[in-house]
């Protein structure tokens, strides 16, 4: 079905053809979506962790770049907490500075419109 389809459902709008013929439209399609989008949301969103994990790879493929500006976070992010954390340390810090950039993304509205997407 196409996706102008899907949408004209969802919202209940007649095609002009069926508007002559029709009084009343009650939308099945958007109560059964907005079912299905918010089960998957509670499966994936309304849990104490986040649906993911942030962890760091073995031995991470970067290019010269991406790892300079890794590098360039790690600095900038050790300098402004003034400590100077052993090897563990550093993953967390990494570990939150991905979870940040994460959240900072709106992860979570771009997952929500994902959702309703897909149930359509």
Request: aromatic share 4%.
């Amino acid at each position: 079905m196409r996706d102008a389809t899907r949408r004209r459902q969802y919202h209940a709008i007649l095609d002009p053809r069926d508007q002559e013929l029709i009084d009343l439209t009650v939308s099945i399609t958007k109560h059964k979506t907005d079912v299905l989008a918010a089960w998957m949301r509670d499966l994936l969103l309304n849990s104490a962790d986040a649906p993911f994990d942030v962890e760091p790879t073995p031995i991470p493929e970067l290019s010269v770049s991406d790892n300079a500006q890794v590098v360039q976070q790690v600095k900038k992010k050790l300098l402004t907490d003034g400590a100077t954390p052993g090897p563990q340390g550093l993953v967390d810090l990494v570990r939150r500075l991905k979870t940040q950039q994460i959240v900072e993304a709106s992860f979570r509205d771009e997952l929500l419109m994902f959702l309703t997407n897909f149930a359509l």
